[in-house]
């Protein structure tokens, strides 16, 4: 696993490096077919306790099957500001498996199979299989693979693909060497990556930026520059042709504004969320700032190192700048690039390892080291805790187990709604078609903002108002605080005849019943 070592005295750890490096191979595939296990296991775990949100209902709608295909992409997929591709096959995927959680899980489990596939295939052409299966581990073990594997968004592929990404690059700075195959490979990512999610280009893009620094400064090679450009221009020009062919759909909801607001409350929940779900302690990130500063100075790390810097750099510092015009903050927006990140920090830690057991290793070498073993162990230690809290926290749509049962029983034939909030722009479309998806024409549903006030004595239906991710006024504690007359209020609804209710509250959401229905 460490090459070009030198000889040393026998110490134990030589005596233990030279152990690992002679069973590098078998000790990182059990070590990967372990952190597999986990995976699955907790994901099921997971996928048997959470259920859907606003966004997976939005992906569910939008390639909803009982439309035809044609309709459902013109009208509800390319109007969004996200990339068609995950839509499509969510469509696809729901055509063959009805049930909606099965299906993103389906669609998302032969993904994660399809691309970590890939990672190892590239690792076993680079003849650095060991880093492949490591690479694969770290993966599977830490908080944004374990919190987004099952969620039925494109951020799981994403991710999975700058990963695939990151790990080409890494491979070629440390072989330093650039194939035809590695060439069209870098095109081929680049150009999906737009197709997925523009964070997914936009890391791509910043990879390649990245290639063609190493390539003019460091390096000085012309095959590392014409990697980056193809890379890069393959990100670019795909989100071009994309952009070009979908833009007069969506820009009226690019015009109408976004339900984000650039302020600092979002600015810090933006960086505590991506420190939160990346390395989990707030230590860890001024740690990993100082590894990859001090790998500046060793030959053998600085392209490397000046890689993690110039793709980190951009990365974040373009949805800043662009977020001065169109808001595009989100925490896991970041976290598409931060396992890719995590994974060239991890060819840096691998060669301060060897460096260590050669004969002029310096004490630069092992704080080197150290500090990199404790940055890459801190996501390792918090990522399953991390996730576990994301499963317990987030905004389920828990509503229709109360309101399921009661479907028949509506005469009335319909029911008052609320979603969104403050959090919404009134024209974004996801805001109601969570309901839309649910409901599937059993039951019709309005908007309870758009309502006129009723009793709800003349209501022929047990079920009288029903909220989901719902914030009022900012207040996002209002569902689990407001009292019986509050949430008559905000539905435009009285009780002048007293009958007996019933407010069954979960995380972001309410149902208001009759008590005893």
Same mark, same amino acid.
């Given at each position: 696993m460490?090459?070009?070592?030198?000889?040393?005295?026998?110490?134990?750890?030589?005596?233990?490096?030279?152990?690992?490096?002679?069973?590098?191979?078998?000790?990182?595939?059990?070590?990967?077919?372990?952190?597999? /296990?986990?995976? /699955?296991?907790?994901?099921?775990?997971?996928?048997?306790?959470?259920?859907?949100?606003?966004d997976e209902y939005f992906a569910l709608?939008?390639?909803?099957?009982?439309?035809?295909?044609?309709?459902?992409?013109?009208?509800?997929?390319?109007?969004?500001t996200n990339a068609p591709t995950y839509f499509a096959l969510i469509y696809l995927s729901q055509v063959l498996t009805p049930n909606e959680k099965a299906a993103i899980l389906w669609l998302n489990g032969i993904g994660c199979v399809a691309f970590l596939g890939l990672l190892?295939?590239?690792?076993?052409?680079?003849?650095n299989l060991e880093m492949g299966f490591l690479a694969a581990t770290f993966f599977l073990i830490t908080a944004p693979a374990l919190s987004f594997a099952i969620e039925g968004r494109v951020y799981f592929f994403s991710m999975l693909l700058t990963l695939n990404a990151a790990f080409l690059v890494a491979s070629c700075i440390d072989e330093q060497e650039v194939t035809s195959r590695d060439i069209v490979l870098a095109a081929i990512l680049g150009a999906l990556s737009s197709w997925l999610h523009v964070f997914a280009a936009l890391f791509c893009g910043a990879l390649g930026a990245a290639m063609i620094v190493v390539g003019l400064f460091i390096a000085k090679r012309n095959d590392f520059i014409k990697f980056g450009f193809v890379m890069g221009g393959g990100a670019v020009v795909s989100f071009a042709i994309w952009i070009a062919f979908a833009y007069p759909m969506f820009s009226s909801t690019v015009t109408k504004g976004f339900w984000l607001v650039l302020d600092r409350e979002l600015i810090t929940s933006t960086l505590w969320g991506v420190?939160?779900?990346?390395?989990?302690?707030?230590?860890?990130?001024?740690?990993g700032a100082l590894f990859v500063a001090i790998s500046l100075l060793p030959r053998a790390t600085r392209?490397?190192?000046?890689?993690?810097?110039?793709? *980190?750099?951009?990365?974040?510092?373009v949805p800043f700048i662009l977020s001065l015009r169109i808001v595009i903050l989100q925490d896991r927006y970041f976290l598409i690039g931060i396992p890719a990140l995590m994974i060239?920090?991890?060819f840096l830690l691998r060669e301060h390892l060897a460096a260590m057991f050669a004969e002029n290793a310096g004490r630069t070498t092992y704080a080197a080291a150290a500090l990199g073993g404790a940055f890459l162990l801190a996501p390792i230690v918090t990522g399953p805790p991390s996730a576990w809290w994301h499963f317990g926290s987030r905004w389920d749509w828990r509503g229709i187990d109360v309101v399921e049962p009661l479907i028949s029983s509506c005469k009335e *034939?319909? /029911?008052?709604?609320?979603?969104? *909030?403050?959090?919404?722009?009134?024209?974004?479309?996801?805001?109601?078609?969570?309901?839309d998806y649910l409901l599937k024409n059993r039951l019709s549903f309005s908007d309870a903002d758009k309502e006129p006030t009723r009793d709800v004595a003349d209501i022929q239906c047990p079920v009288y108002g029903w909220a989901e991710h719902y914030v009022r006024h900012g207040d996002r504690d209002w569902v689990v605080n407001a009292n019986t007359q509050d949430v008559l209020n905000e539905f435009h609804l009285t009780n002048t005849s007293n009958v007996p209710l019933t407010i069954e509250r979960h995380p972001g959401g309410l149902v208001l019943r009759r008590a005893g229905s």
């Open positions: 460490f090459a070009n070592q030198a000889a040393r005295e026998p110490t134990f750890f030589a005596s233990m490096a030279r152990t690992v490096q002679r069973n590098g191979l078998k000790i990182s595939a059990v070590l990967f077919l372990a952190a597999l /296990v986990f995976f /699955v296991i907790f994901e099921w775990s997971a996928f048997v306790r959470a259920h859907l949100w606003l709608w939008a390639g909803d099957p009982r439309l035809p295909f044609s309709k459902v992409f013109y009208e509800r997929m390319l109007p969004d190892l295939w590239i690792s076993w052409k680079k003849q420190k939160q779900f990346s390395v989990g302690f707030t230590w860890a990130a001024p740690l392209a490397l190192a000046t890689a993690v810097i110039v793709t *980190g750099a951009i990365f974040f510092a060239l920090t991890l *034939g319909n /029911v008052r709604v609320l979603t969104g *909030g403050s959090l919404t722009a009134p024209d974004y479309p996801a805001r109601l078609s969570g309901f």
